[in-house]
């Protein structure tokens, strides 16, 4: 399938798939007209009967909300969990990426909008799986930690939350890749069970949200600093695109939000957009571009800043804030611990405590 999009791409409707593998869904009302309220995102989707909401994947049947993606996979792939912009907690390990259709967004650039749009997922890519299965196989390839990623899990939660909880109970970790467009009723139950989230933040403006992503923003930001209360491990990533929020303005709002709301250690990655979806048109960022705004936020005040889908530069290395010695240096995804970074996060060589977890 071509990875292009046109309005000509091959639309397919995997309702016809489901009928007996539908499982009820969580974080919803039953109302008396038959209809169901969803509460899992701020859209709150009142859905008719016979009827599915925004993400297409919960759907409305004789009354009862239906989730139906439970356990249905487009991607289990093995990784390191720098992919995930994710550079201070376990640097380097393995992880299991685990994938799924449907999403409560529709960004206007997505870079997996063959799986996060509905319609244009092709069926032959959707594998099944249990708990237990998803558990089995990262044990067998040494995974330390899943990672909820590509589309946005937010529409998979059910079987994010239920394999979260078990695969715990076997040593696994968790990772939440998410557009964190969701309730705070969620947030609250994903904190039960996620050991680190890696929000994407699209940019520091409400109309923005609305016209090039379909959501809003304020939600976002409510549960960014929720997780940050928690306590929760969590790092933010910007996708800076080109034309868009490739500006000081963009990396300002997000610079200053960090460093009033939330903490000047928590780590940002500013990273590169490539052309996809509807925005084949806007070259790639420049990688002066992201390395700008990593500058940026560093002279503003910000202690750990990075760039993002670059190979090589000093944008990808962790320094010591104190120091300035090299502690970790990364190429692509390989990443190298140097002896100066001790396992408790330390600087050897100035003794600064870090926020890098092993
Ligand atoms: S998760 Fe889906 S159905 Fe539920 S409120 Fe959000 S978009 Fe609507």
């Not at 309730?183 to 994903?190: I, R």
Request: charged share 25%; aromatic share 12%; glycine share 6%.
């Amino acid at each position: 399938m071509s990875n292009v999009y046109s309005e000509s791409v091959p639309k397919h409707n995997l309702h016809l798939l489901w009928n007996d593998t539908r499982k009820e869904a969580y974080f919803y009302d039953k109302l008396s007209d038959g209809k169901t309220k969803c509460r899992l995102c701020p859209r709150n989707c009142m859905i008719a009967q016979g009827q599915s909401g925004f993400c297409k994947v919960r759907k409305n049947i004789d009354g009862t909300l239906y989730t139906q993606n439970y356990g249905k996979a487009t991607h289990i792939t093995v990784e390191r969990i720098e992919a995930e912009a994710m550079f201070h907690y376990k640097p380097g390990a393995k992880i299991l990426s685990l994938g799924n259709f449907g999403c409560n967004l529709n960004c206007d650039y997505c870079q997996n909008w063959t799986f996060s749009q509905f319609q244009y997922t092709p069926p032959q890519t959707i594998q099944e799986y249990t708990t237990e299965d998803v558990i089995r196989k990262a044990k067998a390839d040494g995974i330390e930690v899943l990672s909820w990623t590509y589309n946005d899990p937010a529409v998979w939660m059910e079987f994010v939350i239920d394999t979260a909880r078990e695969a715990r109970k076997h040593g696994l970790k968790n990772l939440f890749k998410s557009a964190f467009f969701l309730s705070p009723e969620v947030v609250s139950e994903l904190i039960k069970v996620i050991d680190v989230f890696a929000i994407s933040i699209k940019a520091m403006d409400e109309d923005y949200y609305k016209k090039f992503t379909k959501a809003w923003l304020k939600p976002v930001l409510d549960n960014t600093r929720q997780v940050h209360e928690s306590g929760v491990h969590y790092e933010l990533s910007n996708l800076v695109v080109t034309g868009l929020t490739n500006n000081d303005d963009n990396y300002d709002k997000m610079i200053d939000f960090i460093l009033k709301d939330l903490t000047p250690k928590t780590p940002i990655h500013f990273t590169r957009f490539h052309p996809d979806y509807k925005y084949m048109d806007h070259e790639k960022t420049p990688l002066e571009d992201v390395f700008a705004a990593r500058n940026r936020a560093m002279k503003k005040g910000l202690t750990y800043a990075y760039v993002g889908n670059a190979f090589e530069s000093e944008g990808l290395n962790t320094y010591c804030p104190s120091c300035k010695e090299l502690l970790v240096e990364r190429f692509g995804l390989s990443t190298f611990v140097k002896e100066s970074l001790k396992q408790d996060g330390t600087c050897n060589k100035c003794g600064y405590k870090t926020t890098i977890v092993f």
